[in-house]
């Protein structure tokens, strides 16, 4: 059940409405009470069938103020590859051993995983581990590479990936209820323009039904239809 803070928060909240992009998110700071820096997060709620190959939307996007989140990289890589990610920050690295050491049970202490193309022969065997965490490296992503330096240096800066759950849905970070709304809303842009770039050749009709911001215990709050294109213009400049 939610708590009274939530209550309070939503005691005077149109459900039905929807508002302005800046306006949105100015609310969703206005309404957080958590007593942490909570995370500002965009729901995309997609007409796709997550069903057919041919409409999965996933993909990365590079937020212009990154997201105020500290994570953690492992790569899957041996030789030079492996001191390249090593002095790009990279938090894990190894080859073939790392693989035994987590088809072992080792603590799975990263939030990402990146790999060279030569070794995914060995991390494919860690599927049944990493998939379902959603942590398998994937080409679609940019996460199996062999400029792994390069690759760690962007997620490290705020790069994101996003991809639809089994109910057409996006959820992305876009950023911490500390941050300007002009922040948050720079990079709702660039996330929005990325989303509507990304849109399956299959898809008929309004590809994305409706658009929303929350936070992590707040409430949520609709975007007006008509602004998902001035987003997407914003984030072109």
């Known amino acids: 059940m939610p708590g009274k803070n939530y209550a309070a928060a939503v005691a005077d909240r149109d459900h039905e409405a929807s508002f302005d992009p800046r306006v949105a998110l100015e609310n969703v700071k206005s309404k957080s009470y958590a007593k942490f820096d909570e995370t500002v997060e965009a729901i995309f709620r997609l007409n796709i069938d997550p069903r057919h190959a041919d409409q999965l ?5 590079s937020l212009p103020h990154g997201t105020g989140k500290s994570i953690r ?18 938090d894990v690295v190894g080859g073939k051993e790392l693989v035994d050491e987590i088809s072992s049970g080792k603590a799975l202490d990263f939030d990402m995983t990146i790999a060279t193309p030569d070794i995914m022969s060995e991390v494919g065997k860690l599927g049944k581990v990493l998939g379902p965490r959603n942590l398998m490296p994937n080409p679609k992503a940019g996460t199996v590479t062999f400029d792994v330096g390069k690759t760690v240096e962007e ?20 950023g911490k209820v500390s941050f300007e709304v002009d922040q948050l ?12 770039r990304a849109r399956p050749a299959a898809t008929k009709g309004r590809y994305v039904k409706n658009l929303a911001v929350s936070s992590t215990m707040g409430p949520s709050f609709r975007i007006e239809h008509g602004s998902l294109d001035e987003l997407a213009a914003l984030a072109k400049g």
């Open 155 to 174: 997620f490290k800066a705020g790069k994101v990936e996003y991809r639809n759950d089994k109910n057409g849905n996006v959820h992305a970070i876009i």
């Open 57 to 61: 939307v996933r993909g990365t996007v």
């Open 73 to 90: 990289i492992a790569v899957f890589a041996t030789g030079e590859k492996a001191k390249e990610a090593e002095a790009a920050g990279a």
């Open 185 to 196: 809303l720079n990079n709702l842009a660039a996330l929005t323009d990325e989303i509507l």
